[in-house]
């Protein structure tokens, strides 16, 4: 196996990077003229300033021919909330797997290759998350956050504690194609969708 051959089989599609609200709670106590937390996104540029703001965004992540131990994405958002004082955490949700091809030896280690089943991908990209106050420069990768793309189905990331009226926080979302030895094999001509979903809960 040579790297220039995993550069070739490897496939990366990250698409749909929308962000819902989940907002739960009644409106008492701090900015109770707003009734729910309201968050609006928008994407960070490299000079540090923030575009428009919206409710969702659009594809932030779509990467193919990624060698293992590479950088798949490194990308930043800036996040607001134009509503009550929220809870916020980063979640992945619509994940799905697919196993679209089959590259050169790849159906000596994975007999469901090309077969449009279900995939082995997504394990194999690690998350970070790096969240600051401020948007320049960028903000540093919290270590402890870095997993498994799956489990932030189950367990988000904390975005904020309390993200106040028009307060701005800033989110660095860096994703690596890291795969495990044994997992080489499998994970080559698969494809990974997934959408981010950022919930603010003012409970």
């Known amino acids: 196996m040579s790297g220039a051959w995993w550069r070739r089989t490897v496939v ?3 698409v749909a990077v929308a962000v819902p609200v989940v907002a739960t709670g009644t409106a008492a106590g701090d900015d109770a003229d707003t009734a729910k937390p ?5 994407v960070r540029s490299p000079s540090g300033t923030c575009g428009p703001y919206a409710d969702d965004l659009p594809v932030l992540v779509a990467r193919s021919n990624v060698a293992p131990g590479g950088t798949v994405a490194d990308v930043g958002i ?3 909330n134009r509503g009550r004082p929220a809870r916020v955490d980063l979640f992945v949700r619509e994940l799905v797997d697919l196993d679209v091809a089959c590259s050169p030896d790849e159906a000596s280690v994975d007999a469901t290759c090309g077969s449009n089943g279900r995939g082995e991908l997504s394990p194999a990209l690690a998350q970070g998350v790096g969240v600051s106050a401020s948007c320049s420069p960028q903000p540093a990768v919290d270590e402890g956050s870095v997993r498994a793309l799956p489990s932030l189905s189950a367990a988000p ?3 904020a ?3 106040r009226n028009r307060d701005v926080v800033c989110v660095r979302l860096l994703l690596r194609f890291a795969p ?3 997992d080489l094999g ?3 001509s698969d ?3 997934w959408r981010y979903l950022l919930a603010a809960d003012d409970r």
Do not use: E, G
């Not at 309201?38 to 928008?42: C, G, M, P, R, S």
């Open 180 to 182: 495990a030895a044994d």
């Open 78 to 80: 800036c996040v607001t």
């Open 186 to 188: 499998r994970v080559q």
């Open 38 to 42: 309201d968050l609006k996104v928008a």
């Open 191 to 193: 494809r990974t969708t």
């Open 157 to 159: 990331v904390r975005i």
């Open 161 to 163: 504690d309390r993200l």
């Open 12 to 14: 990366i599609v990250a």
